[in-house]
């Protein structure tokens, strides 16, 4: 088979994935109001949903504009993160997505554990433009994330930040 056509089922199996995870996030937290209780149960779900997802969390925007870890899956993360560093205070800064490949290639990476390879970080806006919080995922595996992770992610943060950044 040739490459693109893995690469084009295993995108269509990503997508299918997706949709499965987020009704059920849908579902979870359609009547909850506590964003604490919500982003546990995102973690949770995204983290059991995917192979590639070894580390899954929030880190939340704190009044002196500093990342704090929220709710998580995995080995420990950083407790707190400065937005002038990483991958997660470049998304923050920017209010970007950042997808990295691979993380030794991005300046001012922070390696809480070594062997994440590549991450995916998407900012959490209020309906004020602010972020609220970073969704952050990495992997052992190199370039594990594409833009079908990129798109259903950011489709999931969009809603967060719409339902809890009031």
């Avoid at 997808?99 to 959490?124: K, M, N, Q, Y």
């Amino acid at each position: 088979m040739p490459s693109s056509a893995i690469h084009a089922k295993e995108a269509t199996l990503r997508e299918e994935q997706y949709r499965e995870v987020r009704e059920r996030i849908d579902a979870l937290i359609e009547d909850e109001d506590d964003w604490v209780a919500a982003m546990a149960t995102v973690v949770c779900e995204l983290y059991q949903a995917f192979d590639h997802y070894h580390w899954t969390g929030f880190y939340r925007m704190t009044r002196d504009r500093t990342l704090v870890i929220g709710p998580f899956q995995g080995m420990h993360g950083c407790l707190r993160i400065d937005l002038s560093r990483g991958v997660c205070g470049a998304a923050a800064r920017t209010q970007e997505t950042q997808l990295v490949d691979d993380v030794d290639e991005f300046p001012g990476h922070i390696a809480c554990d070594p062997r994440t390879r590549s991450e995916i970080v998407v900012p959490v806006l209020k309906s004020d433009g602010s972020v609220l919080a970073v969704l952050d995922i990495d992997s052992n595996d190199h370039a594990a994330f594409t833009d079908v992770d990129r798109e259903h992610l950011e489709g999931l943060c969009s809603v967060l930040g719409s339902k809890y950044g009031d």
